[in-house]
């Protein structure tokens, strides 16, 4: 989100986005940032508003482009400074460190930090000051009568701000408005998994996202408590550990708390746990490693029990579903959140939701952070509190404030890049639709070599498939495909084998109907044509 004056302009957050099951090859999505060139001279600033993929993972995309301070807590910018240093930015980056409760300006623009619960420590909002008002952003959080760290959501403040100041606009997470009452404090999962860890007398396999530190810490503390070593699996996970340690946010039970990852097949079960990554069913995570049998050092066994410490991501659910299948047949008891309490969210509930906007009486409400439905949902819950104008804005729309009026003021081009491998935004649509062609239908590649002199057929039809036929049951298949290319040769006449586009595009309709027919499918089809 980008806050504006005119002279001074702040960005708040820069993400990235996890592939669903259509993105094929797809390791994640960012935003396409081309859309700031224009206002660049201006760009003051990035504001983190947390340490969380979807808020910290595509900074290192934006910081190619635009020469920024960063702002953050500590720990926000340390686990930020991990990412950094995959891409060479790391020592490069101006990454400026604030407190969760302080004041300070930037350019023309007044801002205000307030701290926020959530599944991570160091996370808080913004209140944005200028000429047109009083902004309010609140990052994403929940009010946790329990906060691991001692520091609750600033509702107090909030409060004050909200009777002494004329709030212009909210805008406010809303990821869980679908769910009723209050979300459960962070604690509740450390007490489950304690329970949990006293009465199993395997090892315990707990997956999660490595970036959530407080229930990194609810684990470790639990395993302590009941005579249990920990193991961290996955690099992501080793990493941001050391960093929370190194900054003073986790602290280890006893010296000997970490046990190395090579010695959870020597010790007794009910001595091991193990933290890894791998909670979505990413393809080559540690958890799937494990699942499969081809983890270098953790194999499941008779006896362990695997937990899914999160929430199913939409998208995930089949990825997740497999690698739970194979832990089970892999001789694993498997806890996950549809059948135990072992996940709880770090996001608002609706009572609340209404509490923000009870205390901050918002002139106008933008809801942020969810799917057009969790936005339409939030917006008719602000609207049966009396908020006197709730919004709903999409990707791009421009929100204009003069003197506390809003008017809607048109909209920017937006959109995202795909990153594969190396590759940013080379993959697009046309791309993405070839992958789901080749892995539904499969492809035929038909190879013929060509006189230049004379335009006979020297060598060929020669007919390549994958994913089409087997390997047994294609000889007849492929003969008669390679009568049908022949037969289309010669229709063809002499004339039209002078263009190489034109006999390609034959030869592709003709194998096209071929495959449609006898086989009930539609096949890429890839004619190369070699002149000799």
Request: hydrophobic letters at 40%; charged letters at 25%; aromatic letters at 6%.
């Amino acid at each position: 989100m980008l806050f504006d004056d005119g002279d001074s302009a702040l960005l708040v957050d820069a993400g990235l986005m996890f592939p669903d099951d259509t993105m094929l090859g797809i390791d994640f999505v960012i935003p396409d940032f081309g859309c700031l060139q224009e206002i660049s001279p201006r760009l003051r600033a990035l504001l983190l508003t947390h340490g969380h993929e979807d808020h910290i993972g595509a900074v290192s995309f934006l910081l190619r482009e635009f020469d920024v301070p960063v702002y953050g807590t500590p720990l926000t910018l340390g686990l930020l400074r991990n990412r950094l240093a995959e891409y060479g930015l790391d020592g490069v980056a101006r990454l400026e460190a604030i407190e969760r409760s302080g004041r300070f300006r930037i350019g023309d623009l007044d801002v205000e930090t307030f701290p926020v619960c959530h599944s991570i420590p160091g996370g808080f909002g913004y209140i944005l000051r200028c000429r047109d008002g009083v902004f309010v952003h609140t990052g994403d959080f929940k009010i946790d009568q329990r906060p691991l760290d001692g520091v609750p959501t600033a509702m107090d403040r909030l409060a004050a701000v909200g009777a002494h100041e004329q709030v212009t606009a909210l805008f406010s997470d809303s990821t869980n408005v679908e769910r009723e009452g209050h979300s459960l404090p962070e604690a509740f999962v450390g007490e489950a998994l304690s329970e949990l860890f006293g009465a199993v007398g395997g090892r315990v396999i707990v997956a999660m996202f490595s970036s959530n530190i407080h229930r990194i810490q609810e684990v470790i503390s639990a395993a302590a408590r009941n005579g249990r070593r920990v193991a961290l699996c996955g690099r992501s996970m080793v990493g941001n550990v050391r960093t929370a340690l190194e900054l003073g946010y986790m602290r280890l039970p006893h010296p000997n708390i970490l046990l190395p990852v090579e010695e959870t097949e020597t010790l007794p079960g009910r001595e091991v746990a193990v933290l890894t990554t791998g909670s979505q069913g990413e393809p080559r995570s540690a958890l799937t490693l494990m699942a499969l049998g081809e983890h270098k050092h953790v194999r499941i066994r008779e006896g362990d029990t695997a937990v899914l410490s999160s929430k199913f991501i939409p998208g995930n659910e089949r990825a997740i579903a497999n690698v739970i299948n194979h832990l089970f047949l892999a001789g694993a008891d498997v806890r996950y959140e549809k059948i135990s309490e072992i996940h709880v969210s770090g996001h608002a509930s609706r009572e609340e939701l209404r509490s923000m906007v009870r205390i901050l009486r918002p002139e106008y409400f933008i809801p942020v952070h969810g799917e057009p439905r969790h936005l339409m949902i939030h917006k008719a819950l602000a609207q049966e509190m009396g908020v006197p104008r709730p919004e709903f804005v999409r990707n791009g729309d421009i929100l204009e404030f003069s003197e506390g009026v809003l008017t809607h003021a048109g909209k920017v081009p937006t959109g995202r890049l795909f990153v594969d491998g190396k590759g940013v935004g080379e993959v697009e649509g046309v791309v993405l639709k070839d992958r789901h062609h080749l892995s539904n239908d499969g492809m035929v590649m038909v190879v013929l070599a060509i006189s230049q002199t004379s335009g006979e057929i020297l060598y060929g039809p020669d007919i390549v498939t994958r994913g089409v036929v087997s390997e047994n049951a294609s000889d007849t298949i492929m003969e008669d495909a390679r009568r049908v290319v022949l037969a289309t040769w010669e229709e063809a006449g002499p004339e039209a084998r002078k263009d190489a586009a034109e006999i390609k595009t034959d030869i592709r309709k003709a194998l096209r109907r071929f495959f449609n027919k006898r086989l009930d499918r539609k096949p890429m089809i890839i004619p190369v044509l070699l002149e000799l």
